[in-house]
């Protein structure tokens, strides 16, 4: 039976990690993070969940000569952001799963 005991410690300790884990994930989903091009003039603010929460492109960016140049910054801001998001998820999941890559965390 003593082992029986072992068994529910380690449940206990496994349901206070993920419990842990749970509020860990919504904190990162809290958190923002930026992406940004030439000096800022385009900017992306995403939370930690990898969701784009705004852009903001100075007006003087705007060029109606040249629009490619403004979606490749936009594109560059916004998977700046992304990497961000993710490398914030990452630091701050990572000592759950131990650089494990598991999805959906």
């Known amino acids: 039976m003593r082992g029986m005991g072992n068994m529910q410690q380690m449940m206990r300790k496994m349901q206070k990690m993920q419990k842990e884990m749970m509020q860990a994930q919504e904190k990162v989903k809290e958190q923002t993070v930026e992406g940004s091009v030439s000096g800022d003039m385009v900017k992306v603010i995403a939370n930690g969940d990898g969701k784009i929460l705004d852009i903001v492109i100075k007006e003087e960016v705007v060029d109606p000569e040249d629009i490619e140049m403004l979606?490749?910054?936009?594109?560059?801001?916004?998977n700046n952001a992304l990497e961000n998001a993710n490398k914030l998820k990452e630091d701050?999941?990572?000592?759950?799963?131990?650089?494990?890559?598991?999805?959906?965390?």
């Open 71 to 78: 979606q490749d910054m936009v594109i560059t801001a916004v």
């Open 92 to 105: 701050t999941l990572g000592k759950f799963t131990n650089g494990l890559n598991i999805p959906g965390l």
